[in-house]
């Protein structure tokens, strides 16, 4: 069983139209994942996408911890932020394999916007984090960290060296997988990340077409189909 984990956290910038149009592009790019994951407070109601009720009060993105509670996934797992836009073929994200992305600014650490992980795997990092999330949650729990931020990315990067895991990085393993919006061209793909104040609610030409998910599908037969939103 192939999971795709995301979170969705109230309070903040997005909602379940969020989640409907990443579940949207997993389906269209991504059908290698047997099932899509959806942790949060909010009363979810999105077509093929499994409501997880968050446990714990943690704010913003410290809710992400909660994508390694035990018991959640078999198999292989992508933790995969709300702000990812999938423009083409991008099963290669549900292959076995602990991987991650590397953060955009700060070369040799991760970043969580794409993490994948063996169901269980890393079950010690939800409960280290549980067992003290105000300490964790602390800038300067994790030592001299070069980010700017320290969020739950900064944790999880401190605690896998910590239990000896290294990752794959994604850039490295695909290199013609990830790509970085930049709103100076309009081809982007096949996996859009966003960076800094940019998200796919500003973004323009294909990229936006691609959230939106305003194009035909293709029928079995290779034949232009309505769309099927």
């Not at 139209?17 to 949207?24: H, I, K, P």
């Not at 269209?28 to 407070?41: G, I, K, V």
């Amino acid at each position: 069983m192939t999971t795709l984990i995301t979170v969705l956290k109230s309070g903040g910038r997005y909602d379940a139209a969020w989640v409907e149009r990443l579940a949207r592009g997993v389906r269209r790019h991504a059908p290698a994942f047997d099932r899509m994951l959806c942790l949060t407070d909010l009363p979810l109601a999105v077509a093929g996408v499994e409501r997880v009720p968050l446990r714990h009060g943690w704010p913003a993105w410290w809710s992400k911890m909660e994508a390694f509670r035990p018991g959640l996934t078999r198999g292989p797992t992508l933790l995969c932020d709300l702000d990812t836009v999938l423009t083409g073929p991008a099963d290669a994200l549900a292959e076995p394999g602990l991987a991650a992305m590397e953060d955009y600014f700060h070369k040799g650490r991760l970043s969580s916007a794409l993490l994948r992980w063996q169901g269980g795997e890393l079950d010690a990092l939800y409960a280290a984090f549980a067992a003290e999330p105000e300490r964790w949650m602390a800038p300067g729990s994790c030592g001299p960290v070069p980010n700017a931020v320290h969020g739950d990315q900064v944790v999880i990067d401190h605690l896998l060296r910590r239990e000896g895991l290294a990752p794959d990085i994604l850039q490295h393993r695909y290199p013609a997988l990830l790509d970085f919006y930049d709103p100076r061209r309009a081809e982007h793909g096949p996996v859009v990340v966003f960076i800094g104040a940019s998200k796919p609610d500003t973004a323009t030409g294909p990229v936006r077409t691609a959230w939106d998910g305003a194009w035909p599908q293709r029928d079995d037969d290779g034949a232009q189909g309505r769309d099927r939103r």
